[in-house]
């Protein structure tokens, strides 16, 4: 378990070519976390594209390593990501290994972290890449190697009411600080970063638009390369202002077969 979440082109990237595969729970152990998956059968190696010499990418190995197999097959659901019933228990922990890299934003050539916005697997990869509270709380659990509680936060966050009833008792402190951080207000200072509006409108129309709910400083805008949508980023002159223009529309759909997103940086 851990985090996961990874942008849509690295779901698509690690599910290439993977088939999904039979799961099963393990119930050894009373009011501890489910195991998602099973034993693990073999397979051929997973062409990764990560340098293992090098010292940053060997330190996250050496974590993985230490990790339960069962551990390692739990993180990877958790994004989506189901491993090939055939692939051995090595290629399964370096798909682990390239998976945490590339959402920390430590892969090489990576600038930054980048998170998804849309297209999640479950509640459980939403709330980790759109709450920065839950976040820093999930990664802590990482950090501590805490997999029972991590395996916690994720199901309570995909049925809440089922996992208070098996492990309301036992997680209690969990549990609260879970919905301290999920229920956390969210920080919005006066620069966004948008996507979804339609191409054909045009960067002008597009300022206008945003504009209009208040003074801009700064704007910059282009056409995705991928899709027939505007792209970019504004600073208004207050915080007042881009919080409308969250409210008002992100998550509009303008009829070009995905939503406008508009978040706060």
């Keep these: 378990m851990t985090r996961v979440t990874s942008t849509a082109v690295l779901i698509l990237l690690l599910h290439e070519g993977v088939n999904a595969w039979t799961s099963s729970r393990s119930n050894n152990m009373l009011h501890q976390p489910s195991q998602v998956f099973g034993n693990v059968r ?7 594209a990560l340098d293992y010499n090098d010292p940053v990418v060997g330190e996250e ?43 920390s934003g430590k892969a090489p050539g990576q600038q930054k972290k980048v998170k998804k916005t849309s297209g999640f697997a479950s509640k459980f990869e939403e709330v980790l890449n759109t709450c920065d509270a839950f976040e820093e709380l999930f990664e802590e659990l990482k950090e501590s190697g805490d997999h029972n509680s991590q ?11 089922e996992a208070l009833a098996r492990y ?4 209690k402190s969990l549990i609260r600080k879970i919905e301290e951080a999920i229920n956390k207000p ?30 801009i ?37 303008m009829g070009m077969g995905s939503k406008i997103e508009i978040v706060s940086i």
């Design 42 to 48: 073999k397979s051929s190696a997973l062409n990764m």
């Design 61 to 103: 190995f050496a974590k993985v390593q230490m990790m339960d197999i069962d551990d390692v097959e739990d993180e990877l659901m958790m994004t989506g990501i189901k491993a090939p019933a055939t692939m051995n228990e090595m290629d399964i922990r370096l798909m682990l290994v390239e998976l945490r890299m590339r959402m």
């Design 151 to 161: 395996n916690v936060a994720a199901e309570y966050l995909n049925n809440k009411e």
């Design 168 to 171: 309301g008792n036992d997680y």
């Design 186 to 215: 969210k920080e919005v200072t006066n620069k966004i970063k948008f996507s979804g509006f339609p191409a054909n409108m045009g960067g002008d129309a597009c300022r206008m638009t945003l504009e209009a709910l208040g003074a």
């Design 217 to 253: 400083s700064s704007f910059e805008v282009n056409e995705s390369d991928d899709f027939p949508i505007l792209e970019g980023e504004a600073e208004f002159e207050d915080k007042e202002s881009a919080r409308k223009v969250i409210e008002q529309y992100n998550g509009m759909d």
